[in-house]
């Protein structure tokens, strides 16, 4: 009986690897015939305080550095000008000013991309608790960077302090969705997915809040504003080492089963963790014979050629989307907009997302990713147009001023409902263990590359190029975008790493809206 049950599993998973590389024309029945649907635990107290510690340490840091530069910018830009005086005796001009302003800006995000790329070597080297708990390191060192820049009169400091941190928000970035979805249990996967993006919007309120005059917007008190970022790397620091590190990357990556079994009881709060740990060994026995995966094999390997240009393309259409521009320079288009006092309709715009990034948890396990991804990039095309014809016309009729307002909120309340979530958690549903570090890497430095162009490009095309005609470009890549996701995104909501593999094995299962084994009814049809 031992023998047979050893013989079938082999058989299956030379049937699963044989997907995975395109080695085989086996039938997708093969693999689905004898798998069982995995019982639903939800959350449980160690899970939750897993989350809140991988939440608060890194998606946490991530949102605030994104959003606090945004209101004090005139401050630091006056202490450039005023620490290079006192050194060197003479001002300087306002382009240079402006020049090392937006240099500081980008410099967060070339950060970023370096993260980016090295997400995958951490992840695989260390695993993806002890990456997490390494990157305080760095979240430590540029807070204090920033923080005692005015101290010690060096606007030098800040730039520093910025390329760390956001070399830290790039490593978090990608290692942060990971740990977050090899967590969670399938049911609840997409919902978990989303706290990342909610931990993201919930720190650019607060960073707008805490850099109002009021609070730490002032000309003394705007550093401790910058270094405040450190507390969320200590808060993780002290946290994470009583959490799980993933039991897929115990299993999977270490072999180390009964440690896999232990965090996975934890997490789960039971101990019928049988078929889950059952899947992952399956899972790893393939792995074992697989090629180590790299960015350049997920082009070169068809099975993942799919998934890799939905990921790349899905985090572009965050980026390129423009919600950077308006986060970076929100300020500068309400005053453009003859908003006075626009440093207080920020906060307001943070609440928005931060609302309807809660209202999209749930929706994520209802709806599912790609109709909510459809939704958020659809609204965007709409209400872009209309802040541009705001933009443009407003000159002539006052109250399109107001309309600027209500388009930028209605624009941001689409964003939140898809294409702020779902990129960041898509990329690791899409991809089996093997290649997901890869697969991840090459996303987060797609995402913080555009980012660093949208940083670097807007400001001359919003002040010099097209003028008020700039949001018309994003209409533009939102259009793409919607197409594209709707051409080749399929439904993951449910779904098992099995199923999606064989998704994307099927040539028929090109265009995903067109599909008779789309991931909506692949269950029905294999009777799981």
């Known amino acids: 009986m031992e023998n047979d049950l050893e013989s079938k599993r082999e058989n299956e998973n030379a049937t699963r690897q044989s997907l995975l590389l395109n080695e085989s024309r086996s039938p997708k029945r093969d693999i689905y015939k004898n798998l069982t649907t995995q019982k639903k635990f939800g959350l449980t107290k160690k899970l939750i305080f897993s989350l809140a510690s991988a939440v608060i340490g890194s998606a946490f840091q991530f949102g605030f550095n994104t959003g606090v530069i945004n209101a004090p910018g005139e401050l630091i830009r006056q202490f450039i000008n005023q620490s290079h005086l006192s050194r060197y005796s003479n001002e300087l001009s306002e382009s240079t000013i402006g020049s090392l302003w937006a240099f500081t800006v980008a410099i967060f995000a070339v950060g970023g991309c370096i993260g980016g790329l090295l997400n995958g070597f951490f992840a695989d080297y260390f695993g993806r608790k002890k990456s997490l708990l390494l990157n305080n390191i760095l979240g430590i060192l540029g807070g204090l960077l920033m923080g005692l820049s005015k101290y010690v009169n060096s606007y030098e400091m800040i730039i520093v302090g910025r390329l760390i941190i956001g070399l830290n928000c790039g490593l978090n970035s990608g290692l942060c969705p990971m740990y977050l979805n090899e967590l969670s249990p399938v049911d609840i996967r997409g919902s978990v997915g989303a706290l990342f993006q909610l931990g993201v919007t919930s720190t650019i309120m607060l960073s707008q809040i805490l850099g109002l005059p009021e609070i730490f917007g002032t000309d003394t008190l705007w550093p401790l504003l910058l270094g405040i970022t450190s ?125 309807m990034t809660l209202i999209s948890i749930p929706l994520m396990e209802k709806s599912g990713r790609r109709f909510l991804h459809l939704l958020g990039l659809g609204g965007m095309f709409v209400f872009s147009i209309f802040m541009t014809v705001a933009f443009v016309l407003q000159s002539k009729y006052d109250w399109l001023k107001y309309l600027s307002i209500v388009s930028m909120m209605l624009y941001i309340v689409f964003f939140a409902i898809g294409p702020g979530s779902i990129p960041w958690m898509i990329v690791a549903e899409l991809f089996s263990q093997g290649p997901r570090s890869a697969a991840v890497s090459l996303a987060v430095l797609v995402n913080w590359s555009a980012n660093v162009a949208v940083g670097q490009g807007f400001p001359p095309l919003f002040d010099n190029v097209t003028k008020n005609w700039t949001f018309l470009l994003f209409t533009i890549f939102l259009a793409f975008f919607w197409v594209f996701t709707f051409l080749f995104l399929p439904e993951t909501k449910n779904k098992k790493v099995e199923e999606i593999t064989a998704y994307f094995q099927d040539r028929k299962n090109l265009f995903a809206f067109k599909s008779k084994k789309n991931l909506f009814n692949i269950v029905e049809d294999f009777k799981i």
């Open 231 to 355: 507390l969320f790397s200590v808060f993780q620091f002290l946290t994470l080492p009583f959490c799980p590190e993933s039991p897929r990357f115990l299993l999977i990556n270490k072999g180390l089963q009964y440690e896999a079994e232990k965090a996975l009881i934890a997490l789960r709060g039971s101990k019928e963790i049988g078929q889950e740990i059952e899947d992952m060994r399956i899972e790893a026995e393939m792995q074992k014979s697989q090629p180590k995966f790299s960015i350049l094999s997920l082009f070169s390997t068809r099975a993942l050629l799919l998934p890799t240009i939905i990921s790349i393309v899905l985090h572009l259409s965050q980026q390129l989307s423009g919600i950077n521009a308006v986060f970076y320079y929100s300020n500068d288009i309400l005053n453009k907009s003859g908003i006075e006092n626009s440093q207080y309709a920020t906060p307001f715009i943070g609440l928005i997302m931060v609302v």
